[in-house]
């Protein structure tokens, strides 16, 4: 069993930036593939961006803006978020699944509480 707990989310305004974490327990985070997905308003879950020692992907939305990058001795996942649009508002959630990364937030086993982010124009 892994358990994730995010932090970091806040209000920011366009064009700022902010880094969330993802603190894993029970087991070590480096042999999962993480997921991060937000919530925006009114919008179902989608996926943001995954991180697995192969590499990372992200949806063409956060391409060149976000980047995933973990701290293996503090066991912890990090988003880093930066030119924040006001369209990045949303509850952001890490995830954990064994294997590669995968889109569908269904493959993923153990999921974060979510963090508020709201990007303000």
Do not use: H
Request: hydrophobic letters at 30%; one cysteine or more.
């Amino acid at each position: 069993q892994v358990q994730l707990v995010e932090s970091g989310g806040g209000l920011v305004q366009a064009g700022g930036s902010l880094r969330l974490s993802c603190a894993a327990s029970g087991r070590t985070l480096s042999t999962y593939a993480v997921g991060w997905f937000r919530q925006r308003p009114g919008k179902e879950r989608e996926f943001v961006g995954g991180q697995k020692w192969s590499g990372s992907s992200y949806t063409d939305s956060v391409k060149g803006r976000f980047t995933i990058f973990r701290d293996s001795a503090k066991n912890t996942c990090y988003l880093q978020m930066n030119s924040l649009k006001p369209e990045d508002t949303a509850v952001y959630y890490c995830a954990a699944r064994s294997g590669i990364v995968k889109v569908q937030q269904s493959e993923y086993d153990y999921w974060g509480q979510g963090t508020q982010v709201t990007v303000s124009s």
